[in-house]
């Protein structure tokens, strides 16, 4: 696929995560131009270089920003490509465990608002520059973002076996999940379409992740149990790679109609 015939641009926050990471680099062989903040442009460049991507592929496709997510200056730089607003933004953010001595609480992370707060700031830098560019629906990018199980409202998504890990023990680095859902979900029900900043917004909660930052270290793609909120798939753990995969495939490379507005479950 040539960046000729195809105009998708696509801005990536948390893509020195697996998930994030694995769909950067399928869209940059792929040929998409992407952008990317990151607090330190050094560590995405020599993760990607390490993957076997070349040093010509990133300077003719890839344009990294250094910068924080919380921050509506640089979020709105990432989000303009060579000027005009991209086409997707995929948001893999998350804080880093931190253990702490509480028995109820015993995992934190090092920013337990790291989702919700970069949630918000790229709604308001969206809100920023729309004033620049068509209010049509058809003009407004559409939003992926990385989340987990654990916190649906509708059937169990977790193993029992697993229930008191995502329940208890994982209840504070969860509930910034769930709060940047909400976030999400309660723009969208916006009822005046003009305000709404975004085509469209696709969940992906997958269940606990594995692997590291390399795209060709999961099972593929096509080998996971798919399902919704309302049906959901049910199972133990999934390839940060595997998860970045189907992101690409099947909301970046194709039109991901059968998808908006909904949530899907990922396991292997």
């Known amino acids: 696929m040539s960046t000729k015939s195809n105009p998708t641009t696509i801005a990536f926050f948390g893509a020195t995560g697996g998930c994030a990471n694995a769909t950067l680099v399928h869209s940059l062989l792929a040929g998409y131009k992407v952008s990317a903040l990151a607090r330190t442009p050094s560590k995405l460049t ?9 040093q010509e592929t990133l300077d003719r496709q890839l ?21 005009k607003l991209v ?41 920023e520059v729309s004033a620049e560019y068509s209010a049509t629906t058809a003009h407004k990018p559409l939003l992926v973002y990385v989340s987990t199980t654990g916190i649906s409202n509708g059937p169990e998504d977790v193993p029992f076996g697993f229930r008191f890990l995502y329940h208890i023990i994982l209840a504070v680095p969860h509930e910034d999940k769930r709060k940047m859902e909400s976030m999400l979900r309660l723009h969208m029900e916006n009822p005046n379409e003009s305000e709404r900043l975004l085509r469209g917004v696709i969940g992906v909660r997958a269940s606990l992740l594995s692997g590291g930052v390399d795209y060709k270290s999961g099972k593929g ?3 996971l149990k798919v399902g919704t909120e309302e049906k959901p798939a049910v199972g133990y753990t999934i390839a940060r790679a595997d998860v970045g995969q189907w992101i690409f495939e099947e909301l970046v490379k194709k039109d991901p109609g059968e998808w908006a507005g909904k949530v899907a479950t990922l396991t292997s």
């Open 46 to 54: 020599s993760q990607l270089l390490e993957q076997g991507l070349s």
């Open 63 to 83: 344009t990294v920003i250094q910068g924080d997510a919380t921050n509506v200056e640089d979020v709105k730089r990432t989000l303009l490509s060579n000027g």
């Open 87 to 127: 086409s997707i933004i995929v948001t893999g953010l998350g804080g880093k465990p931190v253990l702490q001595y509480s028995f109820r609480q015993p995992v934190t992370l090092d920013n337990p608002e790291i989702c919700a707060s970069s949630t918000d700031s790229i709604l308001k830098a969206l809100k």
């Open 221 to 223: 793609w096509k080998t």
